[in-house]
């Protein structure tokens, strides 16, 4: 019997109040600054309709701030181009009429359209990969994160390179580069927040800071680090399995 095939899933990201962003953040600016209007529109007020971009720009090129409707197969690519960042509000859509693609590392997980059918709104953690919702739960609760031992978990992980190669370079072959900045930045600034609160001293804090990111590299990427003992150790490293925080350790 033939093998059958997963259908392709088309996302886009919209800002939290369900607009577009734009398709160039520094042509918007530059329309901004001169006084012209950026159009766009509210994915969230078209559910269950097809809609025809407002202003279609060349195809398919980059020649205004709002050229095109600009769709991911991968969504933990989906950030990448959403400079405002976290939060967002995600969309399942289909293209409608011609599409394009600008090929070569963007292919196959870029399309473009000037048109697109709004099937629903989704969880809003797809944006981080099938793994999101666990990131996502891993950053918040970051503000209890626990200290110890720290000095020879992070000798361990530099001398592995645990986050320089293994992260780094299974977040894109797996195109969840975008994912794993964004939950960086996230951890980053949650962890930083909760110990400053606490009186930690800038040490304490950038150690912290340090663990947040392993952390949730570790779950983004848990299923991508996996085979064999010596990656599962790197894996069980970047969860922090051996410091005194088992609940942030959980699968």
């Not at 950030?79 to 293209?95: Q, Y």
Request: hydrophobic letters at 40%; a negative charge; aromatic letters at 10%.
């Amino acid at each position: 019997m033939p093998r059958s095939t997963r259908p392709v899933v088309h996302y886009m990201a919209t800002r939290p109040d369900g607009t577009v962003p734009p398709t160039c953040e520094d042509l918007a600016r530059y329309a901004i600054a001169h006084g012209e209007t950026v159009t766009t529109v509210n994915l969230a007020d078209h559910i269950g309709e097809t809609i025809d971009h407002p202003s279609p720009g060349q195809k398919w090129y980059t020649d205004k701030p709002f050229s095109y409707f600009h769709m991911y197969t991968r969504p933990g690519e989906i950030l990448e181009r959403i400079d405002e960042g976290w939060p967002v509000r995600l969309f399942v859509v289909e293209a409608r009429g011609e599409t394009g693609n600008w090929g070569g590392h963007h292919y196959p997980y870029w399309l473009m359209s000037h048109q697109v059918h709004v099937v629903e709104e989704t969880d809003a953690w797809r944006a981080f990969g099938h793994r999101g919702e666990k990131v996502l739960a891993t950053i918040a609760q970051l503000p209890d994160l626990a200290r110890h031992t720290y000095d020879a978990w992070h000798q361990r992980l530099t001398a592995t390179h645990a986050m320089d190669w293994w992260a780094h370079h299974r977040a894109d072959y797996s195109r969840r580069r975008a994912a794993l900045t964004a939950a960086y930045e996230l951890a980053g600034d949650a962890a930083a927040k909760a110990a400053t609160g606490a009186g930690a001293t800038p040490d304490a804090i950038t150690a912290i800071s340090r663990r947040a990111h392993a952390l949730v590299a570790g779950q983004l990427l848990h299923d991508r680090i996996r085979n064999g003992e010596y990656e599962q150790s790197i894996r069980a490293l970047l969860l922090g399995t051996q410091l005194d925080t088992p609940s942030l350790a959980a699968v």
